[in-house]
């Protein structure tokens, strides 16, 4: 067992710079806010980190799992964590606090060091931070910024009709004979070539795979995405985004440098018999593309759950694989789509499907072997939550037990950005 620390003596919690991938997990689920974040790095607040470690299973990268004993009044302020482009070695303690032993005139003072004693549960996360029972171990930081794998292009192509505003690409990348394992629900990183406006080289954008594990083509040591060209910031500002303009913009045979895989949670169940219901807008139909034909390829065997997919989209033209998606066999996939700008049809969002379709979908969630994955847009959560919540209130069930059912046991999932 760990000796408590003296009092005089922190160990604070650091974000290795070199690693994050800025991807905002861990702000997001610091239960304290003690995480936040400038243009370039993401930083912790000593004064306010109880060391609960709620954010470290979450953090795709590893980065947020670093720690140093430092003297608390010489503890890494947010200023110097700003700075960083690595993070500082150990320094060492004096010597009469080194060994765990408090100095004379503190021996009486309680210990305060905080990561002795986590204070704070973790948050109420609206999904599970553990995978599904049955799903495959994933590999996580294979290849890191210092490492980065090298692929080559050998497909880019638009997935969106050409007249829409919405310019989303199907791109295909090789790894030749580079190991690079996934698995349907991880993503990877990419780097992009060139310097920010501080002259630092462009931190890792993360994208989610497309395609099944054994490949793009089946067989393959290659990999999809489907990246969204970003043309205007979230206030609908023109922005001309660094990454996905690079990789929507990549010819075939160009090489692109590679970060990854990662993600050890929203991942697919294995077992026969697992039920998915899979619930998207725009590029969160990239991991249940690569789930369906991960089901898709193992037709033949009989061992396939239910599927049942909400995919939502402002129209049909802006729908990603709308044509690849509506061949699909109907006792394949249950595929309810929700247009919110079409033409001579009444707005509906992938809530107002999840409600329409609330009897099937209560028989769903009732079953130990369905799993629930929801990708997309930030905005979706509250409504797709709320959206599951009254088709099983409106049962006379209760929501609370079910939710905290669903999170304990890995089967509701939620990737969103
Ligand atoms: P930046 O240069 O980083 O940003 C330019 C401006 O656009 C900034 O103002 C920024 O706030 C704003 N902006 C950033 N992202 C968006 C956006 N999506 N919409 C509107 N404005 C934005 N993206 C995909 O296209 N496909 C995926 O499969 C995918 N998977 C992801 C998985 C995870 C786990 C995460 C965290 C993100 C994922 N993203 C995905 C988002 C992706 O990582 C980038 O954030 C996105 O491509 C924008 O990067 P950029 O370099 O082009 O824009």
């Given at each position: 067992?760990?000796?408590?620390?003296?009092?005089?003596?922190?160990?604070?919690?650091?974000?290795?710079?070199?690693?994050?991938?800025?991807?905002?997990?861990?702000?997001?689920?610091?239960?304290?806010?003690?995480?936040?974040?400038?243009?370039?790095?993401?930083?912790?607040?000593?004064?306010?980190?109880?060391?609960?470690?709620?954010?470290?299973?979450?953090?795709?990268?590893?980065?947020?799992?670093?720690?140093?004993?430092?003297?608390r009044?010489?503890?890494?302020?947010?200023?110097?964590?700003?700075?960083?482009?690595?993070?500082?070695?150990e320094?060492?303690?004096?010597?009469?606090?080194?060994?765990?032993?408090?100095?004379?005139?503190?021996?009486?003072a309680?210990?305060?060091?905080?990561?002795?004693?986590?204070?704070?549960?973790?948050?109420?996360?609206?999904?599970?931070?553990?995978?599904?029972?049955?799903?495959?171990?994933?590999?996580?930081?294979?290849?890191?910024?210092?490492?980065?794998?090298?692929?080559?292009?050998?497909?880019?192509?638009?997935?969106?009709?050409?007249?829409?505003?919405?310019?989303?690409?199907?791109?295909?990348?090789?790894?030749?004979?580079?190991?690079?394992?996934?698995?349907?629900?991880?993503?990877?990183?990419?780097?992009?070539p060139?310097?920010?406006?501080?002259?630092?080289?462009?931190?890792?954008?993360?994208?989610?795979?497309?395609?099944?594990?054994?490949?793009e083509?089946?067989?393959?040591?290659?990999?999809?995405?489907?990246v969204?060209?970003?043309?205007?910031?979230?206030?609908?500002?023109?922005?001309?985004?660094?990454?996905?303009?690079?990789?929507c913009d990549?010819?075939?045979?160009?090489?692109?440098?590679?970060?990854?895989p990662?993600?050890?949670?929203?991942l697919m169940?294995?077992?026969?018999?697992?039920?998915?219901?899979?619930?998207?807008?725009?590029?969160?139909?990239?991991?249940?593309?690569?789930?369906?034909?991960?089901?898709?390829?193992?037709?033949?065997?009989?061992t396939?759950?239910?599927?049942?997919?909400?995919?939502?989209?402002?129209?049909?033209?802006?729908?990603?694989?709308?044509g690849?998606?509506?061949?699909?066999?109907?006792?394949?996939?249950?595929?309810?789509?929700?247009l919110?700008?079409?033409?001579s049809?009444?707005?509906?969002?992938?809530q107002?499907?999840?409600?329409?379709?609330?009897?099937?979908?209560?028989?769903?969630?009732?079953?130990?072997?369905t799993?629930?994955?929801?990708?997309?847009?930030?905005?979706?959560?509250?409504g797709?939550?709320?959206?599951?919540?009254?088709?099983?209130?409106?049962?006379?069930?209760?929501?609370?037990?079910?939710?905290?059912?669903?999170?304990?046991?890995?089967?509701?999932?939620?990737?969103?950005?």
């Amino acid at each position: 067992m760990n000796a408590p620390l003296p009092p005089e003596v922190l160990k604070q919690h650091l974000i290795d710079p070199e690693i994050c991938i800025r991807c905002n997990t861990c702000e997001e689920t610091c239960p304290v806010d003690a995480i936040t974040h400038d243009g370039t790095n993401y930083v912790v607040d000593p004064g306010i980190c109880n060391g609960c470690m709620a954010c470290v299973p979450p953090c795709p990268t590893g980065s947020i799992d670093n720690w140093r004993l430092v003297l608390r009044s010489e503890a890494y302020s947010l200023q110097e964590q700003f700075g960083w482009d690595e993070l500082p070695g150990e320094k060492p303690l004096p010597e009469n606090l080194a060994d765990g032993a408090p100095a004379d005139d503190a021996a009486a003072a309680p210990s305060t060091a905080a990561v002795e004693a986590p204070v704070a549960s973790a948050p109420s996360l609206p999904g599970a931070s553990v995978p599904p029972w049955s799903a495959a171990h994933p590999y996580v930081n294979l290849y890191t910024h210092k490492a980065p794998a090298t692929a080559t292009v050998v497909g880019n192509y638009r997935v969106t009709d050409e007249d829409t505003g919405s310019d989303i690409h199907h791109i295909v990348l090789d790894f030749g004979n580079v190991p690079f394992p996934v698995l349907e629900g991880q993503s990877i990183g990419i780097l992009p070539p060139g310097t920010d406006a501080q002259g630092r080289p462009h931190h890792a954008r993360q994208y989610s795979l497309a395609s099944p594990r054994d490949g793009e083509r089946a067989g393959y040591n290659n990999l999809s995405l489907t990246v969204k060209r970003v043309t205007e910031d979230h206030q609908g500002r023109p922005a001309r985004g660094v990454c996905s303009n690079y990789l929507c913009d990549l010819a075939k045979n160009d090489t692109v440098q590679v970060i990854g895989p990662f993600g050890n949670t929203f991942l697919m169940p294995n077992h026969a018999g697992a039920n998915l219901v899979m619930i998207c807008t725009g590029t969160g139909s990239a991991p249940m593309r690569a789930m369906t034909e991960r089901y898709r390829r193992r037709i033949a065997r009989g061992t396939n759950g239910r599927l049942m997919l909400f995919f939502g989209a402002r129209t049909q033209r802006e729908l990603p694989y709308f044509g690849p998606l509506m061949k699909l066999p109907r006792d394949f996939i249950d595929i309810n789509l929700a247009l919110s700008r079409e033409a001579s049809q009444p707005r509906r969002y992938v809530q107002d499907m999840i409600r329409e379709r609330a009897a099937d979908v209560l028989a769903l969630l009732a079953d130990a072997n369905t799993c629930i994955y929801v990708c997309g847009l930030k905005g979706m959560e509250a409504g797709v939550l709320e959206a599951l919540r009254d088709v099983v209130v409106q049962a006379g069930q209760d929501w609370s037990i079910l939710h905290d059912a669903l999170r304990r046991e890995g089967r509701l999932h939620f990737e969103t950005y």
